[in-house]
Structure formats: structure tokens, C-alpha cells
């Protein structure tokens, strides 16, 4: 009987300190999910993903911004020290906004059919681009109806699947837990579509000082043990992760191991 291998070539991330704690970066055509509350740093670690991945290692890569329009998700970047419009222009990133009535959309259509027409549009894209990577920030509209969660699963569940199938890109999706819940993920399923994730927090020393700290929860096929780092933001770099945390921390935002 002939004997299968199965390989997995993985990718440097790009963002400084991470890929020697993941041992390499990621697995190419996979999909990773960056969860945490508000003002954790999800969307700067996803960029730094993209805009470092596109200018180091010449993989060109698409944001999709489905809560910001165009001109928000530039002004913020600029005065990051991002010119995303620079980057355009050089053929390095895409920005992609879908239409504002998503939601409406979804609800009254079928969400399988919403997500297909979604990834056909990315195709073009990163067809055009030679896209590499691509992230959707948030993955999914915020609602707080709970029938509207449950359409909004199935919309999930099918819009990362049809992207690694079909598209192939190694991908960075954002959700946002909602403040004091305890969740891992804003719907309860994209952890599970994801083949690593990020849970993204502030914690306060001993001391009262306050750190940003990345929570490695899990990386499917991978024998990275779960830790939490600390994170710098560095303007016109995006974030860097310094050295694990061991002391113990207090929790400003939720973090299941502080």
C-alpha cells in the first residue's frame, strides 16, 4: 500500500515576533480567526498581516472593511501612518466595501446564496491582484436579534469554507466579543471554522500598569502550546509580540487565561 504525506507549507505572518512563537507562521489557504472586545487591536493585527505580508514577501492581499466605509478605513490608516492609497496605486492591496444593506440582504435571501455571490466578487479581485491574503474585518455585520444570529451562522460557516475551497488565499477574519461574556467568538462558530485563533485583550500588572496581550487559543496542526504574549502597537509597523506573559494579569477586557 503506498504510504500518504500530507504537507502543509506554512507563511510568515509578517508580524514581528509571532512567527518564531507559531514556528513558522501559517498554513497556506487556511483561515484564522483575531477575536476580542473593542479596542483590542483586532484590526491593526490584520492589517499588519496584510500591509507587512504584501511589502516584505510580495504577497499582495485584500481587505474587505464590511462596518467602515472607504474613506473611514483610509483616514484611520493614514494617521496610523499607512498610506493605503499608495499601496493601491503599487498593486500591493486591494480595499473592498460591500454594500451597506448586507444585512437586509441576508436576512431576506438565502445566506448560502448572499456568500457565494461574496466569494465570486473576491475571485475577481484577487485574480486581478495575485492576491495571496486576504482579511474580512468583521466577518459578519453586527446584529443582536437572535434569529438574525442564526442566518448569520450559516452565512459564516459558508463564506470561509467557499474561500479556502475555492479562492485559496491564507485569510484573517476579525469578530468582536461582546464586553463581559465570556464568549470566544461574537456568533459561536467561526471559532471552529478557523484553524487558529487569536483572542485579543488588555490586561493590568501588579503594578497598574497596562499591557495589550495576545491570547494564542488555538493552532490546528501545530504543536504551539496555548500563551499569552505581549503586544506593542508601533506606528507605520503595526503591532509587534514581545516576549509570553507569565505574571498574572487583571483582566481590563476578557481573557479566559488572565
Do not use: C
Amino acid at each position: 500500500m503506498a504510504e500518504y504525506h500530507l504537507y502543509y507549507e506554512t507563511i510568515p505572518t509578517g508580524i514581528e515576533g509571532l512567527d518564531s512563537v507559531l514556528g513558522g507562521g501559517f498554513i497556506r489557504g487556511r483561515t484564522y480567526l483575531i477575536s476580542g472586545e473593542t479596542g483590542t487591536a483586532k484590526t491593526l493585527t490584520a492589517l499588519t498581516f496584510l500591509i507587512q505580508g504584501a511589502l516584505k514577501y510580495g504577497e499582495p492581499g485584500i481587505y474587505i472593511s464590511v462596518d467602515e466605509t472607504y474613506e473611514q478605513f483610509v483616514e484611520g490608516a493614514r494617521r496610523f501612518g499607512w498610506d493605503i492609497e499608495d499601496l493601491r496605486a503599487r498593486g500591493l492591496i486591494e480595499v473592498l466595501v460591500p454594500e451597506m444593506d448586507i444585512v437586509e440582504r441576508i436576512r431576506e435571501k438565502d445566506p448560502t446564496a448572499i456568500a457565494k455571490s461574496l466569494v465570486a466578487s473576491i475571485r475577481e479581485y484577487v485574480a486581478a491582484l495575485n492576491a495571496q491574503r486576504l482579511v474580512i474585518d468583521p466577518i459578519a455585520p453586527l446584529v443582536s436579534l437572535d434569529k438574525d444570529v442564526q442566518v448569520l451562522r450559516e452565512y459564516i460557516r459558508v463564506l470561509v469554507m467557499s474561500i479556502e475551497r475555492e479562492i485559496g488565499t491564507t485569510n484573517i477574519i476579525t469578530t468582536e466579543i461582546p464586553s463581559g461574556s465570556g464568549a470566544i467568538s461574537r456568533y459561536g462558530v467561526e471559532e471552529f471554522l478557523a484553524t487558529g485563533v487569536f483572542i485579543m485583550g488588555i490586561g493590568k500588572t501588579a503594578d497598574g500598569q497596562f499591557k495589550r496581550v495576545m491570547f494564542i487559543r488555538k493552532m490546528r496542526w501545530s504543536a504551539v502550546h496555548p500563551g499569552v504574549y505581549e503586544v506593542e502597537i508601533v506606528p507605520k509597523v503595526g503591532i509587534i509580540v514581545k516576549g509570553q506573559i507569565r505574571e498574572r494579569l487583571v483582566p481590563v477586557t476578557y481573557l479566559p487565561t488572565l
